[in-house]
Protein backbone atom coordinates (compact mmCIF):
# COMPACT_ATOMS: atom_id res chain seq x y z
CA UNK A 1 0.00 0.00 0.00
CA UNK A 2 1.11 3.88 -0.27
CA UNK A 3 -0.67 7.33 0.44
CA UNK A 4 -3.01 8.45 -2.67
CA UNK A 5 -1.82 11.72 -3.61
CA UNK A 6 -2.20 14.59 -6.25
CA UNK A 7 -0.11 14.59 -8.48
CA UNK A 8 -1.59 17.38 -10.77
CA UNK A 9 -4.59 19.14 -11.66
CA UNK A 10 -7.31 16.29 -12.31
CA UNK A 11 -4.41 13.38 -12.35
CA UNK A 12 -3.97 11.25 -8.65
CA UNK A 13 -1.59 8.58 -7.95
CA UNK A 14 -3.76 5.80 -6.67
CA UNK A 15 -1.09 3.03 -7.02
CA UNK A 16 1.35 0.47 -4.80
CA UNK A 17 4.81 1.78 -3.91
CA UNK A 18 6.24 0.27 -7.08
CA UNK A 19 3.50 -0.83 -8.99
CA UNK A 20 1.52 1.80 -10.41
CA UNK A 21 -1.64 3.13 -10.85
CA UNK A 22 -3.12 6.32 -11.86
CA UNK A 23 -6.88 8.26 -11.52
CA UNK A 24 -7.36 10.63 -13.96
CA UNK A 25 -10.80 12.68 -12.76
CA UNK A 26 -13.51 14.23 -15.22
CA UNK A 27 -16.90 15.52 -14.46
CA UNK A 28 -18.38 12.82 -17.00
CA UNK A 29 -16.57 10.04 -15.14
CA UNK A 30 -13.06 8.77 -13.76
CA UNK A 31 -10.16 6.62 -15.98
CA UNK A 32 -7.70 4.40 -14.09
CA UNK A 33 -4.12 3.33 -15.82
CA UNK A 34 -2.84 -0.12 -14.50
CA UNK A 35 -5.08 -2.48 -12.61
CA UNK A 36 -1.30 -3.87 -10.97
CA UNK A 37 -1.65 -7.75 -9.51
CA UNK A 38 -4.91 -9.47 -8.53
CA UNK A 39 -4.78 -8.14 -5.22
CA UNK A 40 -4.56 -4.89 -6.02
CA UNK A 41 -7.96 -3.43 -7.21
CA UNK A 42 -8.55 -3.59 -3.73
CA UNK A 43 -5.98 -0.48 -3.16
CA UNK A 44 -6.58 1.41 -6.03
CA UNK A 45 -10.47 1.18 -5.32
CA UNK A 46 -9.43 2.29 -1.54
CA UNK A 47 -7.29 5.03 -2.53
CA UNK A 48 -9.95 6.44 -5.50
CA UNK A 49 -12.48 7.03 -2.30
CA UNK A 50 -9.98 8.22 0.38
CA UNK A 51 -9.22 10.92 -2.35
CA UNK A 52 -13.14 11.59 -2.29
CA UNK A 53 -13.75 10.54 -5.32
CA UNK A 54 -16.31 7.21 -5.92
CA UNK A 55 -14.92 3.80 -7.26
CA UNK A 56 -18.17 3.14 -9.05
CA UNK A 57 -17.76 6.48 -11.17
CA UNK A 58 -14.60 4.71 -12.97
CA UNK A 59 -15.45 4.69 -16.76
CA UNK A 60 -12.40 3.71 -18.57
CA UNK A 61 -9.46 1.26 -17.82
CA UNK A 62 -6.56 1.38 -19.65
CA UNK A 63 -3.21 0.05 -19.29
CA UNK A 64 0.36 0.79 -20.07
CA UNK A 65 1.94 -2.94 -20.84
CA UNK A 66 -0.56 -6.38 -21.00
CA UNK A 67 2.22 -8.24 -18.00
CA UNK A 68 0.74 -9.63 -15.61
CA UNK A 69 2.42 -6.98 -12.32
CA UNK A 70 -0.07 -4.34 -14.50
CA UNK A 71 -3.13 -6.30 -15.50
CA UNK A 72 -3.80 -9.48 -13.48
CA UNK A 73 -6.06 -6.74 -11.63
CA UNK A 74 -8.23 -6.13 -14.38
CA UNK A 75 -10.92 -8.41 -14.12
CA UNK A 76 -11.48 -7.49 -10.41
CA UNK A 77 -10.78 -3.59 -11.11
CA UNK A 78 -13.79 -4.01 -13.69
CA UNK A 79 -16.21 -5.93 -11.45
CA UNK A 80 -15.66 -3.08 -8.60
CA UNK A 81 -16.04 -0.20 -11.26
CA UNK A 82 -18.29 -1.61 -13.99
CA UNK A 83 -15.56 0.17 -16.10
CA UNK A 84 -14.79 -0.14 -19.86
CA UNK A 85 -11.27 -2.43 -20.86
CA UNK A 86 -9.57 -0.74 -23.12
CA UNK A 87 -6.40 -2.41 -25.02
CA UNK A 88 -3.87 -1.75 -27.73
CA UNK A 89 -4.25 -4.00 -30.66
CA UNK A 90 -1.51 -6.47 -30.16
CA UNK A 91 -2.31 -6.97 -26.63
CA UNK A 92 -6.07 -7.83 -26.91
CA UNK A 93 -5.03 -11.30 -27.87
CA UNK A 94 -2.49 -11.55 -23.98
CA UNK A 95 -5.68 -10.17 -22.36
CA UNK A 96 -8.30 -12.07 -23.26
CA UNK A 97 -5.83 -15.37 -22.83
CA UNK A 98 -5.71 -14.20 -19.55
CA UNK A 99 -1.70 -13.68 -20.26
CA UNK A 100 -1.22 -17.00 -22.03
CA UNK A 101 -0.62 -15.16 -25.47
CA UNK A 102 2.40 -13.17 -23.51
CA UNK A 103 5.53 -14.60 -25.81
CA UNK A 104 7.99 -13.74 -22.83
CA UNK A 105 5.77 -14.62 -19.55
CA UNK A 106 2.37 -16.84 -20.80
CA UNK A 107 4.21 -20.23 -19.73
CA UNK A 108 4.99 -18.77 -16.21
CA UNK A 109 2.38 -16.18 -14.99
CA UNK A 110 -1.55 -16.17 -16.03
CA UNK A 111 -4.53 -14.02 -14.85
CA UNK A 112 -8.37 -14.07 -15.52
CA UNK A 113 -9.28 -13.17 -18.12
CA UNK A 114 -10.96 -10.02 -19.53
CA UNK A 115 -12.96 -8.93 -22.69
CA UNK A 116 -11.52 -6.02 -24.17
CA UNK A 117 -14.30 -3.79 -25.14
CA UNK A 118 -12.67 -1.52 -27.09
CA UNK A 119 -9.30 -1.73 -29.24
CA UNK A 120 -6.31 1.33 -29.04
CA UNK A 121 -4.29 2.11 -31.75
CA UNK A 122 -1.26 4.10 -31.91
CA UNK A 123 -2.05 7.77 -31.87
CA UNK A 124 -5.83 7.57 -31.00
CA UNK A 125 -7.13 9.62 -28.57
CA UNK A 126 -9.20 8.66 -25.76
CA UNK A 127 -11.85 11.26 -24.32
CA UNK A 128 -14.05 11.50 -21.25
CA UNK A 129 -15.24 14.67 -19.59
CA UNK A 130 -13.15 16.97 -21.72
CA UNK A 131 -9.85 15.01 -20.77
CA UNK A 132 -7.85 13.71 -23.60
CA UNK A 133 -5.38 11.11 -23.42
CA UNK A 134 -3.69 10.19 -26.20
CA UNK A 135 -2.28 6.37 -27.01
CA UNK A 136 1.53 5.71 -28.63
CA UNK A 137 2.44 2.33 -29.01
CA UNK A 138 5.97 1.51 -27.66
CA UNK A 139 6.39 -1.74 -28.30
CA UNK A 140 9.41 -3.75 -26.96
CA UNK A 141 8.92 -4.92 -23.22
CA UNK A 142 5.45 -5.77 -24.54
CA UNK A 143 4.49 -6.40 -28.02
CA UNK A 144 1.79 -3.79 -27.26
CA UNK A 145 3.15 -1.61 -24.91
CA UNK A 146 2.04 2.07 -25.04
CA UNK A 147 2.94 5.18 -23.59
CA UNK A 148 0.04 7.32 -22.00
CA UNK A 149 0.48 11.00 -22.99
CA UNK A 150 -2.32 14.32 -21.77
CA UNK A 151 -2.09 17.88 -20.96
CA UNK A 152 -3.30 18.77 -17.38
CA UNK A 153 -4.27 22.61 -16.09
CA UNK A 154 -2.63 22.69 -12.81
CA UNK A 155 -3.02 25.72 -9.79
CA UNK A 156 -0.10 23.86 -8.14
CA UNK A 157 1.00 20.83 -9.22
CA UNK A 158 1.84 18.39 -6.20
CA UNK A 159 0.23 19.74 -4.17
CA UNK A 160 -1.07 17.90 -0.85
CA UNK A 161 -3.60 20.55 -0.17
CA UNK A 162 -6.21 20.85 -3.12
CA UNK A 163 -6.69 24.64 -2.14
CA UNK A 164 -2.90 25.47 -1.86
CA UNK A 165 -2.00 28.26 -4.39
CA UNK A 166 1.91 29.11 -5.84
CA UNK A 167 3.30 30.83 -8.68
CA UNK A 168 2.21 27.80 -10.92
CA UNK A 169 -1.38 28.52 -11.02
CA UNK A 170 -2.79 27.92 -14.06
CA UNK A 171 0.46 26.22 -15.69
CA UNK A 172 -0.14 23.48 -18.25
CA UNK A 173 2.01 20.62 -18.09
CA UNK A 174 2.40 17.91 -20.65
CA UNK A 175 2.46 14.23 -18.95
CA UNK A 176 4.21 10.87 -20.27
CA UNK A 177 3.35 8.04 -18.75
CA UNK A 178 5.56 5.70 -19.96
CA UNK A 179 4.58 1.77 -20.57
CA UNK A 180 7.87 0.51 -20.68
CA UNK A 181 11.47 0.53 -21.67
CA UNK A 182 13.27 -2.27 -20.56
CA UNK A 183 14.48 -5.97 -21.67
CA UNK A 184 13.17 -8.77 -20.10
CA UNK A 185 15.95 -11.59 -18.53
CA UNK A 186 15.76 -13.90 -21.16
CA UNK A 187 14.65 -11.98 -24.24
CA UNK A 188 16.63 -11.88 -27.44
CA UNK A 189 16.65 -8.85 -29.85
CA UNK A 190 17.43 -11.18 -32.47
CA UNK A 191 16.23 -14.20 -34.04
CA UNK A 192 13.31 -13.89 -31.48
CA UNK A 193 11.04 -16.32 -33.06
CA UNK A 194 7.70 -15.30 -31.11
CA UNK A 195 8.39 -11.59 -31.63
CA UNK A 196 10.29 -11.46 -34.64
CA UNK A 197 10.02 -7.73 -34.55
CA UNK A 198 11.09 -7.10 -31.50
CA UNK A 199 14.63 -5.29 -32.13
CA UNK A 200 12.76 -3.09 -34.60
CA UNK A 201 9.98 -2.43 -32.09
CA UNK A 202 12.56 -0.73 -29.57
CA UNK A 203 13.93 1.22 -31.90
CA UNK A 204 11.06 3.11 -32.96
CA UNK A 205 10.20 2.85 -29.27
CA UNK A 206 12.90 5.14 -28.03
CA UNK A 207 12.41 7.52 -31.40
CA UNK A 208 9.18 8.13 -30.00
CA UNK A 209 9.50 8.66 -26.84
CA UNK A 210 12.48 11.00 -27.81
CA UNK A 211 9.57 13.20 -30.09
CA UNK A 212 7.28 13.56 -27.43
CA UNK A 213 7.27 16.85 -25.00
CA UNK A 214 7.41 15.83 -21.31
CA UNK A 215 6.94 17.85 -18.14
CA UNK A 216 5.64 15.34 -15.93
CA UNK A 217 7.55 12.05 -15.98
CA UNK A 218 5.77 8.72 -14.80
CA UNK A 219 5.15 5.16 -16.33
CA UNK A 220 4.38 1.81 -15.24
CA UNK A 221 7.04 1.16 -12.39
CA UNK A 222 7.78 4.24 -9.77
CA UNK A 223 11.48 3.01 -9.85
CA UNK A 224 11.36 4.55 -13.36
CA UNK A 225 10.68 7.93 -12.25
CA UNK A 226 11.94 7.94 -8.74
CA UNK A 227 8.01 8.26 -7.21
CA UNK A 228 9.33 7.37 -3.91
CA UNK A 229 11.85 9.92 -3.34
CA UNK A 230 9.90 12.63 -5.53
CA UNK A 231 7.03 11.94 -3.32
CA UNK A 232 9.06 12.72 -0.27
CA UNK A 233 10.37 15.61 -1.45
CA UNK A 234 6.87 16.86 -2.74
CA UNK A 235 5.14 16.32 0.94
CA UNK A 236 7.99 18.18 2.44
CA UNK A 237 6.68 20.87 -0.07
CA UNK A 238 9.35 21.26 -2.74
CA UNK A 239 8.50 23.60 -5.50
CA UNK A 240 7.97 23.47 -8.66
CA UNK A 241 6.93 20.03 -8.02
CA UNK A 242 9.35 17.60 -7.99
CA UNK A 243 7.07 15.68 -10.50
CA UNK A 244 7.98 17.89 -12.92
CA UNK A 245 11.14 16.40 -14.52
CA UNK A 246 11.60 16.95 -18.52
CA UNK A 247 15.70 16.20 -17.78
CA UNK A 248 15.42 12.86 -15.96
CA UNK A 249 12.51 11.88 -18.90
CA UNK A 250 15.28 12.03 -21.32
CA UNK A 251 18.10 10.32 -18.60
CA UNK A 252 15.34 7.60 -18.68
CA UNK A 253 15.33 6.96 -22.03
CA UNK A 254 19.11 7.58 -22.74
CA UNK A 255 19.44 4.61 -20.17
CA UNK A 256 17.29 2.74 -21.70
CA UNK A 257 18.16 3.02 -24.72
CA UNK A 258 22.35 2.19 -24.21
CA UNK A 259 20.79 -1.04 -22.68
CA UNK A 260 19.25 -1.90 -25.62
CA UNK A 261 22.00 -1.01 -27.72
CA UNK A 262 24.63 -2.84 -25.58
CA UNK A 263 22.35 -6.30 -25.75
CA UNK A 264 21.98 -5.73 -29.27
CA UNK A 265 25.99 -5.56 -30.33
CA UNK A 266 26.63 -8.32 -27.49
CA UNK A 267 23.93 -10.68 -29.56
CA UNK A 268 25.56 -9.50 -33.09
CA UNK A 269 29.10 -10.53 -31.58
CA UNK A 270 27.91 -13.63 -30.98
CA UNK A 271 27.01 -14.56 -34.41
Not at 74 to 99: C, D, P
Not at 130 to 141: D, E, K, M, Q, Y
Amino acid sequence: PFPPYRIAGSLYYVGTNDITSYLVTTPAGHIVINAGYEETPALIVDSIEKLGFHARDVKILLNGQAHYDHVAGLAALQKLTGAQIYSSATEVAVLESGGKADFRFGNEYTYPRVKVDRVVNDGDKVTLGGVTLIAHVTGGHSVGCTTWTLAVTDTDAGAIQANSTSRFAGKLYDVAIVGGTTINPGVALLHNAKYPTVSDDFARTFRVLRSLHCDIFLGAHGGYYGMLGKYERMKRGERPSPFVDPDGYRAHIDAAEKRYQDQLAAERAKK
